[in-house]
């Protein structure tokens, strides 16, 4: 596969799997991954798993993406802040000179090719403003070249849905029917006798009226953002909280189109800036890293739809975004 065939998805496990085994085990083992640590249970479970198994070649095939992401992002974060820093005030949208220039320099610093080449996958994977000239300096260099992952679906675990068969999902509500027929009464139970109530004079106080719900405060929450995508977006910027329509990129590539690489579809947008978005696509499948959107109806989506966990940043200079509608405060709330 040529860089410019890799996918943002493809990036990012190439990347990782680029890095020297020790080091991400060393990482991965000094990580606080408890209950109390409140870590999405689709980063936390692979991860303890890798703290557990240390194999970094299954992690890298069969983890959800978004743990990928999140060990990868840890992992080059120091290159990436030393290449932010060597690029200056062109590190929002540097030219390919500048970039390559930029890596050389860290190369004549002692960082390694493979650190630079997950530096280089990351920031394809995150869809920066310079992932084009990542890709040609990983087409173009063999130091920087990528290994092969050949990526392994999950077949059912506490993170995905599990398939059953009609029959055993019928033989199953037969019994639980049969079960609540055993529990019913044969008759009606007599009725209670009840003591009449004495008519409320003119004088006798009225109870307190309870406070109207629309009384209540709710209160927006804040999103965190990792250290690479407060460089790019605002939380506080005013389409944060909006629902857009804009171009998603695909994960990966369908065998049956390879040319089609991202679909028009709503998403929540999360941070923003003047250019760019990072937002949470808006799907019509359930999977194990997407969530019910309740207001996919308020919305006017024609189906039932589910918000993906995962953040991607979209560059709306390049591709420009639709606002269809604000979410309340309960709405918003309900994502996080």
């Known amino acids: 596969m040529t860089a410019n065939a890799l996918t943002p998805a493809d990036a990012l496990r190439r990347g990782l799997a680029r890095l020297d085994e020790a080091v991400v085990l060393e990482v991965a083992a000094a990580l606080d991954l408890r209950p109390s640590t409140k870590i999405s249970p ?58 390559a220039v930029a890596v050389d320099a860290m190369r004549a610093e002692g960082v390694s090719d493979g650190d630079l080449a997950a530096l280089l996958a990351f920031a394809i994977g995150e869809q920066f403003p310079a992932a084009e000239h990542c890709r040609r300096l990983i087409e173009e260099r063999e130091e920087f070249a990528l290994p092969e992952v050949a990526v392994v679906e999950p077949t059912g675990s506490l993170l995905t849905p599990k398939d059953v068969n009609p029959a055993v999902r019928e033989a199953r509500r037969q019994r639980r029917e049969a079960a609540k027929n055993k529990k019913k009464p044969a008759s009606p139970p007599p009725p209670r006798p009840t003591k009449a109530r004495a008519a409320a004079g003119p004088d006798t106080p009225k109870p307190p009226e309870s406070p109207a719900m629309s009384s209540v405060v709710v209160v927006r929450r804040r999103v965190t953002l990792t250290p690479a995508e407060a460089r790019l977006v605002d939380v506080d910027h005013v389409k944060a909280g909006t629902v857009v329509s804009v171009e998603i990129p695909f994960d990966s590539i369908d065998p049956a189109m390879p040319d089609v690489r991202a679909k028009q579809r709503p998403a929540v947008v999360v941070a923003a800036s003047d250019s760019t978005l990072l937002v949470r696509g808006i799907y019509s499948n359930q999977f194990a890293n997407r969530q019910l959107f309740g207001p996919w109806r308020r919305l006017g989506l024609d189906h039932v739809s589910y918000v993906s966990d995962e953040r991607q940043v979209i560059d709306v200079t390049a591709t420009p975004a639709t606002e269809l509608a604000r979410l309340t405060d309960e709405e918003w709330n309900s994502l996080w």
């Open 42 to 99: 689709a980063v936390g479970m692979p991860l303890r798993g890798l703290q557990q198994r240390r194999d970094v070649a299954s992690f890298v095939a069969s983890a959800p993406l978004v743990a990928v992401r999140a060990l990868l992002e840890l992992l080059v974060a120091r290159s990436l802040d030393r290449i932010i820093e060597l690029l200056g005030e062109h590190s929002e949208r540097p030219t390919y000179d500048e970039m």
